[in-house]
C-alpha cells in the first residue's frame, strides 16, 4: 500500500538527512511541523487488484538535534478505507526515535530505531478491533551507499508488533472489507 503507514516513509527522509540544527537544540518547539488531509485511491490494495479508496489524517512534529544523527518524530493518523458500501479505519500513534549508530550520510550507514505507541490498529464498526500492533519495537535498519534499504534487525519488541514483519493487517483489512481473493 502507498501510504498505509507513515512512519517508514518519514524514516526513509530523515535517514537521509543530516542532523537539523535548532534553535532549541531539539527541545521545545519542533524543529518541523506537518498536518494534512489527504484522499487518494489505492489500486491494488494489500496486492488484490482491488481499488480502495483512502482518506488519511495526520499530524506530525519532528525535532533534529543540534550537532547529532538523531531524530525524534510523534505522529497520529488515521486512515479510513472503503470498498463499495464498507468503510473500516486504521489509526496509529507515537514517536519515533531515529538514532545513526555507524557510517555517515552519503554512504551506507545503520539506524538504531525506537518505536513506540500504536504502530497500526484496525478498527471495523459495530466490530471492534481487528488488529493490534502496539508497544516498544526496537531495531537496527541499515542502508547501502546509495540510501536504498539493506536489512532490519529486530532487538526488542514488548508489547506486539505483528504488523511489522507479517501480512495479519491485510489479511483482516481484506477479509474486513469483503474483497474477493479467489
Request: with cysteine.
Amino acid at each position: 500500500m502507498r501510504r498505509f503507514i507513515i512512519i517508514p516513509a518519514v524514516l526513509a527522509v530523515l535517514a537521509v538527512l543530516p542532523a537539523a540544527a535548532s534553535a532549541q537544540g531539539g527541545h521545545g518547539a519542533p524543529d518541523f511541523q506537518d498536518r494534512f488531509t489527504d484522499e487518494f485511491g489505492e489500486e491494488d490494495f494489500c496486492g488484490t487488484g482491488a481499488s480502495v479508496e483512502v482518506v488519511e489524517n495526520t499530524v506530525a512534529n519532528g525535532w533534529g538535534l543540534e550537532g547529532e544523527d538523531f531524530f525524534i518524530l510523534t505522529f497520529r493518523t488515521r486512515l479510513s478505507f472503503t470498498y463499495g458500501d464498507t468503510t473500516i479505519y486504521a489509526q496509529n500513534a507515537g514517536r519515533v526515535d531515529v538514532q545513526r549508530v555507524e557510517g555517515e550520510f552519503p554512504g551506507p550507514r545503520t539506524d538504531l530505531v525506537v518505536e513506540t505507541g500504536i504502530r497500526a490498529a484496525l478498527r471495523v464498526p459495530g466490530q471492534g478491533t481487528l488488529t493490534l500492533d502496539h508497544g516498544l519495537l526496537s531495531y537496527l535498519v541499515s542502508f547501502d551507499e546509495n540510501g536504498d534499504f539493506v536489512s532490519v534487525e529486530v532487538l526488542k519488541d514488548a508489547g506486539g508488533h505483528p504488523a511489522f514483519d507479517s501480512d495479519v493487517f491485510c489479511d483482516a483489512a481484506i477479509e474486513a472489507l469483503g474483497i474477493p481473493t479467489a
